[in-house]
């Protein structure tokens, strides 16, 4: 298999643009999970989605932040409109079965730049 | 709030010693443990993890300790090799959920 594809790998946008990050899981995984990391607070876990419904979205710091998965081989993260603290890499993972001590496998990641 | 936490942004040893990663964490109801490793413009990967009934926990050159009094851990990577350079993550979940909470990692750099 290939692993968790995201797309873009890079992204640099403007103030008050909207930005679109995209997510391939693994195919056969049922969970997907959406991550940010920053320098001072680490992996956060924004979102994740069982089976293509999202289940719990508190990690998603604001509204401007919303998170689809039309189907089970996609997902997208936007950001609407963005700001330059949403500078940072973006990490979507997906893990076949979700629950305690289940690897989760991560994707290259996206590294947005907000100017 | 940061309930798991790396105090050490970056540690440099020599290649063939000991490096030593630690981590604290502050909710008592975490009760499993892993770390992650992670290569540059690479997703982390999973590394070890140790289960809070235990206190040690190996895997070829890689030990994790666990304190539960201190509500401390630490990742023993020995000997030391090139290849190790990378930032490691430590995470903790808890019984209820699988929530992983992550720290804010450690760059490990191996020097020859």
């Known amino acids: 298999d290939a692993g968790v594809i995201q797309s873009p790998r890079h992204e640099v946008t403007e103030m008050g643009q909207e930005v679109t990050l995209r997510c391939k899981p693994i195919?056969?995984?049922?969970?997907l999970f959406w991550y940010r990391q920053t320098m001072m607070r680490g992996l956060e876990l924004l979102i994740y989605?069982?089976?293509?419904?999202?289940?719990?979205d508190s990690g998603m710091p604001e509204d401007r932040f919303s998170a689809k998965m039309p189907n089970a081989s996609f997902s997208t993260l936007k950001i609407q409109p963005s700001e330059p603290r949403d500078s940072a890499v973006y990490f979507c993972?997906?893990?076949?079965?979700?629950?305690?001590?289940?690897?989760?496998?991560f994707g290259p990641g996206t590294r947005l730049t907000v100017t | 709030d940061q309930q798991v936490k790396q105090n050490s942004p970056s540690l440099s040893v020599q290649e063939g010693r000991i490096s030593i990663l630690n981590c604290d964490y502050t909710n008592s109801m975490f009760d499993y443990f892993l770390w992650y490793k992670k290569y540059p413009a690479e997703g982390p990967t999973f590394l070890i993890s140790?289960?809070?009934?235990?206190d040690k926990n190996e895997d070829g050159r890689f030990t994790v300790f666990l304190n539960k009094s201190a509500k401390h851990l630490s990742l023993h990577i020995v000997p030391s090799q090139p290849g190790d350079s990378a930032v490691y993550f430590c995470a903790a979940e808890t019984d209820s959920w699988g929530k992983l909470q992550f720290g804010a990692g450690t760059q490990v750099v191996v020097t020859p």
């Open positions: 140790i289960s809070s009934i235990k």
């Open positions: 195919s056969g995984h049922d969970y």
């Open positions: 993972a997906s893990s076949p079965v979700w629950g305690r001590h289940y690897e989760q496998y």
């Open positions: 989605f069982n089976n293509n419904v999202p289940i719990d």
